[in-house]
């Protein structure tokens, strides 16, 4: 019922900066977070960092005083603004969304959305 659309990936040099996108659609009632994850070749999924609603925030050590996340809850949008790159930074970013939404039948539905994933490469 909800859909994560994200954009702003791509190839940069390091200590460059590059803002990542998420944007959810969909009969959208109330996004309770929404976060951004990364798997590097060969790794684990991990968390980047997550917001609330509210704006609380939650960071990985390994980007702390990089990246900083924020969200647009009147446009269902979670941003990830990453300075400072590092090779270590190449990855598939993806966003994350849990939410609450009406579905077909008008009814309340509740869940977790993926987004589809974007590339970011950190290579000079």
């Known amino acids: 019922q909800v859909q994560l659309v994200e954009s702003g990936g791509g190839l940069v040099q390091p200590g460059g900066s590059l803002r990542l996108s998420c944007a959810a659609s969909g009969r959208i009632v109330r996004i309770d977070d929404m976060g951004w994850y990364r798997r590097a070749p060969g790794k684990e999924r991990e968390l980047v960092a997550d917001?609330?609603?509210?704006?609380?925030?939650n960071y990985a050590d390994s980007v702390k005083g990089r990246f900083t996340i924020s969200i647009d809850n009147a446009k269902n949008t979670v941003y990830l603004q990453m300075n400072n790159l590092r090779f270590g930074d190449t990855a598939v970013y993806s966003c994350?969304?849990?939410?609450?939404?009406?579905?077909?039948?008008?009814?309340?539905?509740?869940?977790?959305?993926w987004g589809q994933g974007t590339q970011v490469t950190v290579s000079s």
């Open positions: 994350n969304a849990n939410w609450i939404a009406l579905n077909s039948g008008d009814e309340y539905v509740a869940a977790r959305t």
């Open positions: 917001i609330t609603s509210g704006g609380r925030t």
